[in-house]
């Protein structure tokens, strides 16, 4: 594989983890400071975020950006981290 290629790969996945820490942050705000897991309005948002990052993972992966064990370790984590953030916000 040529270095424009791994350069390609590598910036790729680096944005896309980027838009998942994003979300995790974007949540972490929610749970912070304005409402409960419960909310319609937070389900909405996190359904559309997550959704619109497994349509970005899925794009990469078909262009060959992005090895697919690679994009759904990248949903899995962020999946782990939402339900642990949303566990913690419970036992508050």
Avoid: W
Avoid at 11 to 30: N, P
Avoid at 35 to 58: A, K, N
């Amino acid at each position: 594989m040529s270095e424009i290629q791994i350069d390609h790969r590598e910036k790729a996945y680096a944005l896309l983890k980027a838009d998942a820490d994003k979300i995790l942050r974007l949540i972490q705000v929610q749970m912070d400071n304005l409402t409960m897991p419960q909310c319609p309005l937070y389900e909405e948002v996190l359904d559309t975020q997550m959704f619109g990052l497994s349509r970005e993972i899925d794009f990469a992966v078909r262009l060959g950006l992005v090895d697919q064990k690679d994009g759904k370790e990248l949903m899995g984590s962020l999946e782990r981290q939402l339900s642990a953030l949303h566990e913690a916000s419970l036992k508050k």
